[in-house]
């Protein structure tokens, strides 16, 4: 037998077979058992997350012999046949290539007549949003009056660009992209199936390069394979995205968080050296930062619900929540923003990621002039009742600010350093 692609031998055939979309199946399902079924639907999310496997989950349920049921047989010729893509009742219209009035005249033509042998006829109109205003105008006709025996299911990446007429006659559903948990989740079942060794962190490496897209977790897995056999290292995945360990990153943000620069050029020339992608690496970091902030502002076990990530990840987190408190984290976040932003229109990366990340260092480890207040009241409440009012009235033409007890225990505090104060 010819090898099929994981993507496609793995393609969800159920709706509970789908991963990370279980507020659009449940209510999908949910229509069907309870006979409600809307004339048009439409799928809007990222590349790669179902919108039209779904779609043809959809139009078996409506069309198999024994339909239309939440469980689609796949035994019956009408399930075999959208399942093969051949059904005469459900049409695949791709709407980049069908951008044209004619074609969206044919369709209105073939809207007329009865299905063949399904229940219904579907049309599957795929990135929906290509269709040209004029397409869209003679769709439109359609869907305002669609004869009964018609469902239309449209998917789309960008919801934006779809006319209102035509999204206030669907029934709308976002799907999400797929959690980094969940994508591993499913990898590891399928690579225990295809007798795949693969160990935790490689399969966390393909789910963070596939980023929310189980169909590229597939292409990415197959193409591992067939590179490397059916034993897969962290390593052997990193290679072939251009990704950093979530090792190394970790030990990058501990590095910029403690102010250790040199380490942290070090590990930068490494990374350019070994060929990884560093705009990859600078949004990884930026993200990992807004986990080390959402884990220190609600707390472990909120986080550990709230956040996508595994719990190796989370232990590195609380390692290094002590290092830093959120308004820190949130300036290094806002120089990684700025970063981000920066790296795409430059063509000498690797000086501008540096130069973000010393900014980074300096912004992670910089007193703030918000922190001196904080901690000289602390102080304050802290003098016995006797002193305070003497600090108060201390004259302001004392000698020097230094003779202020206020600003003597400050700089005891402060270890006796002169303290960088961020403007
Ligand atoms: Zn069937």
């Known amino acids: 037998m010819a090898y099929e692609v994981l993507a496609r031998k793995w393609r969800p055939k159920q709706f509970e077979d789908v991963v990370g979309q279980d507020h659009v199946t449940r209510t999908l399902r949910n229509a069907i058992e309870s006979s409600r079924i809307a004339h048009a639907y439409l799928f809007v ?53 069908n951008n044209g ?118 292409s990415a897995l197959d193409q591992l394979v067939s590179f490397k056999g059916d034993t897969l290292t962290e390593e052997d995945v990193l290679a072939v995205f251009g990704l ?64 996508d990530a595994t719990p190796e990840q989370l232990r590195a987190l609380q390692a290094q929540a002590a290092l830093a408190d959120p308004p820190r984290l949130l300036r290094v976040a806002e120089q990684l923003v700025a970063a981000e932003e920066g790296l795409r229109h430059t063509l000498s990366v690797r000086t501008r990621l540096e130069i973000a990340l010393l900014r980074c260092a300096r912004a992670a480890t910089v007193v703030t002039v918000e922190e001196i207040v904080r901690r000289l009241n602390a102080l304050r409440q802290a003098e016995p009742a006797s002193a305070a009012p003497a600090a108060v009235a201390a004259p302001r033409t004392a000698r020097s600010v230094m003779d202020d007890p206020i600003v003597k225990r400050a700089m005891e505090l402060f270890d006796g350093k002169v303290v960088e104060v961020e403007e």
């Open 101 to 218: 009035v004619d074609q969206v005249r044919d369709l209105r033509d073939a809207v007329q007549f009865a299905p063949v042998r399904g229940k219904y006829k579907i049309f599957i109109i795929d990135e929906v949003h290509m269709l040209s205003t004029a397409a869209f105008n003679a769709l439109l006709k359609t869907l305002e009056e669609p004869p009964p025996h018609v469902k239309f299911i449209f998917a789309t990446t960008e919801g934006d660009k779809i006319l209102p007429t035509i999204i206030s006659r669907c029934q709308r559903f976002d799907l999400r992209r797929i959690s980094t948990a969940m994508i591993v989740e499913r990898l590891r079942h399928i690579c225990t199936v295809e007798k795949i060794t693969i160990d935790n962190d490689a399969l966390l490496a393909v789910a963070r390069g596939a980023e929310g897209s189980m169909r590229d977790a597939l």
């Open 244 to 307: 950093v360990s979530r090792k190394s990153l970790e030990a990058l943000a501990g590095h910029l968080l403690k102010g250790e620069m040199g380490e942290m050029l070090k590990l930068v020339e490494a990374f350019d050296s070994a060929g990884k992608n560093l705009r990859r690496l600078t949004v990884e970091l930026l993200a990992h930062f807004r986990n080390l902030l959402i884990y220190e502002s609600i707390g472990p076990e909120a986080a550990a619900v709230a956040l």
């Open 45 to 97: 999310g990222p590349r790669g997350i179902g919108k039209t496997t779904l779609a043809r989950i959809f139009a078996k349920a409506l069309n198999c012999a024994k339909g239309p049921t939440s469980t689609p047989c796949d035994a019956c010729d009408l399930c075999r046949e959208v399942a093969a893509g051949n059904s005469f009742d459900v049409l695949e219209i791709d709407g980049a290539s």
